[in-house]
């Protein structure tokens, strides 16, 4: 997602995505068949109302919330926060490189 994609979220979608994006090793994920194939999503409850679970797509593709359902554009915070968690880990280091314990070498 570029900057541009980014900044044309409104200043209120930006800065909820900013909050849970900063909770996001809390996140609950799991999976869900949608038309028949399992994805990845990430379930959000409701501010107003706890009881209520939004599941948006792990990849910010989609989210069942209202905002994001009810909207022409569709956007919300819980797609731009999804989005940014991609990218964040796209762009992340390996967290641990295993050849060192394994005594793994390259050999071609
Ligand atoms: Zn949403």
Avoid at 12 to 39: D, P, Y
Avoid at 51 to 71: E, F, R
């Amino acid at each position: 997602m570029t900057s541009a994609q980014i900044a044309s979220h409104s200043r209120t979608i930006r800065a909820k995505a900013e909050a849970l994006l900063a909770k996001r090793s809390m996140w609950a994920r799991g999976e869900a068949r949608v038309n028949g194939a399992l994805i990845g999503v990430v379930l959000f409850s409701s501010s107003r109302n706890t009881k209520i679970v939004y599941m948006t797509m792990v990849t910010g593709a989609g989210c069942s919330c209202p905002a994001s359902q009810k909207s022409a554009s569709g956007r919300c915070c819980h797609r731009l926060a999804c989005a940014l968690a991609c990218e964040l880990a796209q762009n992340a280091e390996p967290q641990y490189d295993y050849s060192d314990e394994f005594g793994l070498v390259d050999i071609a």
